[in-house]
Nanobody, 124 residues
Framework: QVQLVESGGGLVQAGGSLRLSCAASGRTVVTSGMGWFRQAPGKEREFVAVVDWSGDFTRVSSSVKGRFTISRDNAENTVYLQMSSLEPEDTAVYYC?????????????????WGQGTQVTVSS
C-alpha cells in the first residue's frame, strides 16, 4: 500500500506562484510514474502533469503548459508541482497519484493510489 500526503496549497493572487509537494510512504515509488490531477467545483477531475519513474521525462496538459512544472526526488519519495503565473481558472483541489507503471500515464485509471487533495485558490 502507498499513502500520499499533499501539501503547499493555499490562497494566492492571480499571477502568483505556489509549489505543491506530495510525500509517499508505505513503500517505495521509485519504479512508478507519479502524476498530478485537479478538480474544480462542478467539473470532472482532469490530468495536469506526470513524471516518469526516473524524473527525466514529463508531460503536462495544454492548459498549464509553460506555467507548471512537475519534478520528483526519488531519495525523498516526493513529487512536486511548481505552479507559476496562476490564473483564477487554476482554482481546484489538486491530487497527486502513483501510477501502476513507470511511464507517462495521463488517464485516471492508470493510478491505483491517490492522495486526499490540497486546495488551491487563485483570486483575481
Amino acid at each position: 500500500q502507498v499513502q500520499l500526503v499533499e501539501s503547499g496549497g493555499g490562497l494566492v493572487q492571480a499571477g502568483g506562484s505556489l509549489r505543491l509537494s506530495c510525500a509517499a510512504s508505505g513503500r517505495t515509488v521509485v519504479t512508478s510514474g507519479m502524476g498530478w490531477f485537479r478538480q474544480a467545483p462542478g467539473k470532472e477531475r482532469e490530468f495536469v502533469a506526470v513524471v516518469d519513474w526516473s524524473g527525466d521525462f514529463t508531460r503536462v496538459s495544454s492548459s498549464v503548459k509553460g506555467r507548471f512544472t512537475i519534478s520528483r526526488d526519488n531519495a525523498e519519495n516526493t513529487v512536486y508541482l511548481q505552479m507559476s503565473s496562476l490564473e483564477p481558472e487554476d482554482t481546484a483541489v489538486y491530487y497527486c497519484a502513483v501510477a501502476h507503471s513507470p511511464g507517462l500515464i495521463t488517464e485516471e485509471y492508470g493510478y491505483p493510489y491517490w492522495g486526499q487533495g490540497t486546495q488551491v485558490t487563485v483570486s483575481s
